[in-house]
């Protein structure tokens, strides 16, 4: 089996987040990762320009998507996975851990008993270690939380999409305050991914631009993180990495469009059922995130 994935990447400026095409250099096959739905929280509408360049790529290369693989439940954008499947198809897939999500934030969100916390809104619930294949790539699932319960780490072939998990070494880690959050799982999340072979690259999930770095940049890899990351670089110990993270979180704002990333991206990318005139909303609850 080949074990070199094309990775085309696109960045969404707006929210830092970057989306990836992952295809079968041997074939046309391919899987989407963690597209972004755009959304202007000031006038409540949403554009689908990010979107549409991945399915103009799509549709340009002549690539059949195989899946559209989230790495967790986003709480800083919204995702496109719905969006796209319509247009390409594709499967949509998330951390079978997204029901413990679900069940957090449909309290807060007061969704009531009509809004299904089994995960059935996905197509399919990845476990740890589960596998799947894209063309003749083997991709294979590690449960990565911390930042959240449901994150997972993609590994296809040579290439390991870690979500939010670990940034640029020059950035570090993810944040861990969010309900579900745990620094010290995180940490070990995070020794999961760095027992992987130093060669294998890493696709970060955001990039904010490291103070004295002028470009963005998404593509590391192990060996670079073990060597460099500036949370866990060189063998940092678990309590070091714990107390720093705990301390910096507690500083850190809220994401602008954590409201309604986290509605939408809990129903696998859809808005909520509209009411009895097709009019959709979504809920602000106050002092409640």
Not at 148 to 172: Q, S
Request: hydrophobic share 35%; with cysteine.
């Amino acid at each position: 089996l080949t074990r070199h994935p094309a990775v085309k990447a696109g960045s969404d400026q707006a929210t830092n987040t970057i989306s990836y095409v992952g295809r079968d250099p041997q074939g046309s096959t391919s899987a989407i990762v963690d597209s972004v739905l755009d959304f202007d929280y000031a006038s409540g509408r949403t554009d689908t320009r990010s979107a549409d360049a991945i399915i103009n790529y799509v549709k340009t290369e002549g690539l059949n998507v195989e899946w559209l693989l989230e790495s967790h439940v986003h709480a800083d954008h919204l995702s496109a996975a719905p969006y796209i499947q319509r247009e390409v198809g594709g499967k949509i897939g998330i951390g079978d851990r997204i029901t413990v999500v679900q069940d957090t934030f449909g309290k807060v969100f007061n969704e009531g008993t009509e809004f299904q916390r089994d995960g059935s809104q996905f197509d399919k619930l990845f476990q740890e270690g589960d596998s799947f294949h894209i063309g003749q790539l083997r991709g294979d699932v590690l449960h990565t939380p911390g930042h959240t319960p449901a994150c997972l780490t993609y590994v296809i072939g040579d290439a390991a999409f870690v979500g939010d998990t670990l940034f640029m070494p020059d950035f570090g880690t993810a944040r861990c305050d969010f309900p579900g959050g745990s620094s010290e799982t995180l940490y070990a999340s995070i020794q999961k991914i760095l027992a992987l072979p130093d060669e294998t690259r890493i696709f970060v999930g955001h990039d904010y631009k490291a103070p004295g770095r002028d470009e963005y940049a998404w593509e590391t890899t192990v060996g670079a993180q073990k060597r460099m990351n500036i949370h866990v670089g060189e063998g940092k110990a678990k309590e070091d990495f714990v107390r720093m993270r705990n301390e910096r979180d507690a500083t850190l704002d809220m994401p602008k469009l954590i409201i309604p990333s986290l509605q939408v991206n809990m129903r696998a990318g859809n808005m909520p059922e509209p009411d009895e005139k097709g009019d959709v909303f979504l809920k602000v609850p106050v002092n409640k995130i």
